[in-house]
């Protein structure tokens, strides 16, 4: 089961204009793509390197009538950190949104945590308040946890998380928690780490971001991105357990794709790819397609 890029790219999303955070230096990168109830194409998308202060992260919108229109509409700013809950000035990241009975949750990293939001019309996002009045769901055992994504199986999710932390063995993975209520996590695993990606990055975190994972007939395949920009990396997986892509091995892997933070959309029967441009200024899609192999 590997991945390929079976069309041309188009571009959805470029550049945006911020007002007070512009900066020439601005990035979008880490971002989500999904349907709203009207169904509208919305994406949201973390804004590096603004003017917001702190990390310099926060969320931006785009909406797009069709998936296979270019340049969807710009829509402002989404959301910014909110250090009066606990998170971290400027420090939004990787949005990732699940549709559950009804309910769209967004699942995002404020720097040092996953937090949890939802929305009734896929649109309008409001955090999700735990017990201690803040919308963190868990972090650890690695510092700056982020880039969520949720995969449900049955009755059981999947989220799968990066973090990353310097002088550990291994110093960069991709861990895994379950849930049956998007509530109450288990204790993280790690599910992929080491092997000939950690020799593909520029940095000792860099090799096991924006993971994300696709059920397809019985078996998983993560995507695991080493390196953003001009000479873009994500080496694919494949495992029949959706907890074990192998950790300081490679023999689950299948190959790489030229492309960074990938996000896999099913619609209409058919798989597409959305992934950022090489030059980090803005977000593309194509389609994509497997090639069996036994």
Avoid at 78 to 98: N, W
Avoid at 215 to 229: D, M, V
Avoid at 266 to 287: D, N, Q, T, V
Wanted: charged share 20%; aromatic share 12%.
């Amino acid at each position: 089961m590997r991945p390929r890029i079976a069309s041309e790219w188009w571009q959805i999303a470029g550049d945006p204009d911020l007002g007070a955070y512009t900066t020439p230096d601005q990035q979008p990168v880490d971002f989500a793509v999904w349907q709203a109830a009207d169904g509208t194409w919305q994406l949201w998308s973390c804004i590096r390197h603004t003017a917001c202060g702190g990390q310099t992260r926060l969320f931006y919108r785009w909406e797009g009538v069709s998936l296979s229109d270019e340049h969807w509409q710009p829509m402002g700013i989404a959301m910014e950190a909110r250090a009066d809950l606990g998170e971290t000035p400027g420090g939004l990241q990787a949005p990732h949104v699940v549709l559950v009975d009804g309910i769209y949750y967004m699942f995002y990293g404020d720097w040092n945590r996953i937090c949890l939001a939802r929305s009734d019309d896929g649109k309008a996002f409001e955090r999700v308040l735990g017990p201690r009045g803040d919308p963190a769901l868990f972090s650890g055992p690695y510092e700056n946890s982020r880039d969520p994504m949720v995969l449900r199986v049955g009755d059981t999710f999947y989220c799968y998380y990066m973090g990353h932390k310097q002088n550990a063995m291994p110093s960069s993975a991709v861990f895994c928690r379950t849930s049956h209520d998007l509530r109450a996590w288990s204790e993280p695993v790690i599910v992929a780490a080491g092997g000939i990606a950690t020799q593909d990055t520029n940095w000792f975190g860099g090799d096991c971001e924006c993971p994300f994972v696709v059920a397809r007939n019985g078996r998983y395949c993560l995507f695991r991105t080493q390196r953003y920009g001009l000479d873009n990396l994500t080496t694919q997986y494949v495992s029949a357990n959706p907890l074990d892509f192998g950790v300081n091995d490679d023999r689950c892997r299948v190959g790489t794709l030229p492309v960074a933070a990938p996000e896999i959309i099913e619609f209409g029967g058919r798989h597409y790819i959305a992934a950022l441009l090489p030059s980090l200024k803005g977000i593309r899609i194509a389609e994509l397609e497997w090639v069996d192999e036994a």
